[in-house]
């Protein structure tokens, strides 16, 4: 079994600044991770995989987020999606998510 779970957020600032240097904001990595953890802990011996994603919606900041991280051994994504496109290519978007975590 393999399981993609997705957390989509809409923030004007996806990226917070301190020190010059651009994070993203931590509390939403870590809600993301226990809700992994949480699913994870729920099949007990049985075979699987969860992966967690916060899916945010593009916006007109500079640096927008497409990155990948390992915690605690679960695959944690952080994907922006442009809504401001055809839904054809938002469809590619989407499909794309799909590819990356399901093939």
């Known amino acids: 079994?393999?399981?993609?779970?997705?957390?989509?957020?809409?923030?004007?600032?996806?990226?917070?600044?301190k020190?010059?240097?651009?994070?993203?904001?931590?509390?939403n990595l870590y809600q993301i991770f226990t809700y992994v953890k949480n699913k994870d802990a729920s099949f007990g011996d049985e075979q699987h995989t969860v992966s967690g994603?916060?899916?945010?919606?593009?916006t007109n900041e500079a640096i927008q987020p497409n990155n990948?991280?390992?915690?605690?051994?679960?695959?944690?994504?952080v994907k922006t999606?442009?809504?401001?496109?055809?839904?054809?290519e938002i469809a590619a978007q989407?499909?794309?998510i799909v590819e990356e975590h399901f093939s």
Do not use: P
């Open 1 to 17: 079994m393999i399981v993609l779970i997705i957390d989509a957020k809409y923030y004007t600032n996806m990226m917070q600044t």
């Open 19 to 27: 020190y010059d240097a651009h994070t993203l904001h931590s509390n």
């Open 53 to 58: 994603m916060l899916l945010y919606a593009a």
């Open 68 to 77: 990948s991280y390992r915690m605690s051994g679960s695959k944690i994504s």
């Open 81 to 88: 999606l442009d809504l401001n496109r055809d839904f054809s």
């Open 94 to 96: 989407l499909n794309a």
